[in-house]
C-alpha cells in the first residue's frame, strides 16, 4: 500500500470521526469509548500495512 493511500485512509477515517462526534448525539461514555476504539483499531491498520503487526 502506498503513502498516499494510507495517507488519504487516515484523512477520510478522521473526517468521518469528526462528523460523528460533531453531528450525532452521544453520552460522554460512549463517545470516549468509541473514539478509543477507532484510535486503536487505526493504529493496528497502520502497523499492519508497514508490516510491523502481523496478524
Known amino acids: 500500500m502506498s503513502l498516499i493511500s494510507i495517507l488519504l485512509v487516515l484523512i477520510v477515517i478522521g473526517t468521518v470521526l469528526w462528523l460523528i462526534n460533531t453531528y450525532v448525539p ?3 461514555t460512549v463517545k470516549n469509548i468509541f473514539n ?3 484510535v486503536i483499531v487505526t493504529i493496528i491498520w ?3 500495512a508497514f508490516g510491523l503487526f502481523s496478524s
Do not use: A, E, R
Request: aromatic share 0%; proline share 0%; no cysteine.
Open 26 to 28: 452521544m453520552d460522554t
Open 36 to 38: 478509543s476504539l477507532i
Open 46 to 48: 497502520i502497523l499492519n
